[in-house]
């Protein structure tokens, strides 16, 4: 699986952005897809992710506490393509974004538990 992530830039912050992230391959639907961030001189940090298309338990999804409410995460299965809106953007927010694909059927929100990132892209919130 590779995976493409764009979208990122600089916004005011209470501005917004969409992430999005391409994967390619065929097995798309049977990976759980999480959203990254790293922060300068701050570990990768989980943000958001969505089940697999065909677990269990459906398309669920899971957000840290830091952004719950704010930010949304989607997966569109008919384009391989996971996004990541980001709405009430706050400076805090300001890092690189990796979108990263997981072979776990249920929730992950631990960067071991993925096996392929995305080259990152970068979001700057201006105060």
């Known amino acids: 699986v590779q995976l493409q992530a764009s979208g990122g830039g600089l916004v005011q912050a209470g501005g917004s952005l969409r992430l999005s992230c391409a994967a390619s391959?065929?097995?798309?639907?049977?990976?759980?897809m999480g959203w990254f961030r790293q922060a300068p001189g701050k570990e990768r940090e989980f943000v958001a992710g969505?089940?697999?298309?065909?677990?269990?338990?459906?398309?669920?999804?899971y957000y840290s506490d830091s952004v719950k409410g704010r930010f949304t995460i989607s997966r569109d299965n008919a384009k391989n393509t996971v996004y990541l809106q980001m709405n009430s953007l706050k400076p805090e927010d300001t890092a690189v974004y990796y979108c990263?694909?997981?072979?776990?059927?249920?929730?992950?929100?631990?960067?071991?538990?993925?096996?392929?990132w995305g080259q990152g892209t970068q979001v700057t919130v201006s105060s």
């Open positions: 969505t089940s697999a298309a065909t677990s269990r338990i459906g398309d669920n999804t």
């Open positions: 391959g065929r097995t798309f639907r049977s990976n759980t």
């Open positions: 990263a694909a997981s072979p776990s059927v249920g929730a992950a929100t631990y960067g071991p538990q993925y096996t392929y």
